[in-house]
């Protein structure tokens, strides 16, 4: 289990995070609120690109700090916008990032035919990148995070950008990714999670303000995600 204890994050005198404590097992959390509120923070916490100011991140137990390699050899990880050789194909591409990541060449070719099967990409798969639309793009990050069939994966604003069709897509990816591992999603677009997420977290005035499943939180007063997230943040800040 992942655990965030009491933490805060502070960029000088300013407080980006403030005692936020979640746990987290198998399925999917979606972190909703609006650009800003502290999303891609705790997930840079998570993926120990940055540290806490105050408390501590615990996977089973130990502080992933300690854990260090082990760690983050359980975790899959795709940013709002990753790197990739836009004359490399999606095989090339895989077969890079998993010589990276230290897999041997016999696993990591196995390894990517099977993800580029899994993402609906193995018919493109020796064409070079930089004719794909933005999904597909998204969808080689999908591959390149599920690499090392991590335990945690973490996806940061993934849908920003596609157009509906691709959202529906990648929500249905997701959701089948999430059988037998955490897989945390970072959004401000309340339709990605409120049909696949099993929790959804919001933060406000960069303190954790919920987290709780989708059916809890609309209860009997909202009929849906959406009216929940404008009660909470209000309209400017809602895109659907």
């Known amino acids: 289990m992942l655990i965030v204890d009491n933490v805060t994050k502070k960029f000088g005198n300013f407080t980006a995070l403030q005692d936020v404590t979640l746990e987290f097992s198998n399925g999917v959390y979606g972190l909703l609120a609006p650009n800003g509120a502290g999303k891609t923070t705790l997930i840079k916490m998570l993926t120990t ?3 806490p100011t105050k408390g501590q991140i615990l996977y089973d137990g130990v502080e992933i700090t300690k854990l260090d390699e082990t760690y983050r050899n359980i975790l899959g990880y ?3 916008e990753f790197g990739y050789y836009r004359n490399y194909s999606p095989m090339q591409f895989l077969i890079y990032i998993a010589a990276l990541k230290g897999i041997d060449s016999k696993t990591a070719k196995h390894k990517s035919l099977e993800l580029l099967e ?3 990409l193995s018919n493109v798969k020796d064409k070079k990148m930089r004719k794909f639309s933005g999904g597909m793009i998204q969808r080689v990050g999908i591959a390149q995070a599920m690499l090392n069939d991590p335990k945690i994966l973490i996806l940061d604003e993934p849908t920003a950008g596609l157009d509906p069709k691709e959202r529906v897509r990648f ?4 959701a089948s990714l999430a059988k037998n591992r955490t897989v ?3 959004t401000h677009i309340v339709s990605d999670i409120e049909s696949i997420a099993d929790q959804v977290i919001m933060f406000k005035d960069y303190k954790l303000h919920c987290c709780d499943s989708p059916v809890a939180l609309k209860g009997d007063k909202f009929d849906t995600l959406e009216d929940v997230f404008m009660h909470i943040y209000g309209d400017d800040e809602l895109s659907a």
């Open 184 to 186: 945390i999603l970072s």
């Open 118 to 120: 899994l993402v609906a």
């Open 171 to 174: 929500r249905n990816l997701i």
């Open 78 to 80: 795709l940013p709002q």
């Open 49 to 51: 690109l940055i540290f």
